[in-house]
């Protein structure tokens, strides 16, 4: 017998087991400031192999969105080193993954004001 099948055995079904495996990565991938999913990818191939496609396709939308999180963030911290020094006297943002010092992204999101319709 091997792991899976002893595990599948100790949640009690398939279901169940893919179930807790579900919110285990999604744990594990925000618990994850790197972004590093390699060995995610490489253990949800591998159940993908024994589970099929289907049961485990919102596993893989988890992981894109990491990937696409990266490439986000990448793309904002490339747009905050090259904006103009004198438009703004913030501080430079914290290494890390697109996060300043208290846990919010380094630059201004007012343009989700515009436009806005104003209350008498």
């Known amino acids: 017998q091997d792991i899976v099948s002893m595990l599948v055995g100790i949640y009690g079904s398939k279901h169940m087991f893919i179930k807790e495996y579900k919110e285990m990565l999604a744990d594990r991938l925000l618990?994850?400031?790197?972004?590093?999913?390699d060995r995610e990818i490489q253990n949800l191939e591998l159940l993908k192999t024994?589970?099929?496609?289907t049961a485990l396709s919102q596993c893989?939308?988890?992981?894109?969105?990491?990937?696409?999180?990266?490439r986000?963030?990448?793309?904002?911290?490339?747009q905050w080193k090259r904006r103009p020094?004198?438009?703004?006297s913030r501080a430079e943002p914290e290494a890390g993954p697109?996060?300043?010092?208290?846990g919010m992204m380094p630059f201004s999101l007012s343009f989700f004001n515009m436009n806005r319709p104003t209350t008498p």
Request: net charge negative; proline share 3%; hydrophobic share 35%.
């Open 50 to 53: 024994r589970f099929g496609e």
């Open 60 to 70: 893989e939308v988890m992981l894109q969105d990491v990937k696409d999180s990266k």
């Open 98 to 102: 697109g996060f300043g010092a208290r």
């Open 85 to 88: 020094a004198a438009s703004t």
């Open 31 to 37: 618990a994850t400031p790197s972004y590093g999913t």
């Open 72 to 78: 986000i963030n990448a793309n904002v911290q490339e």
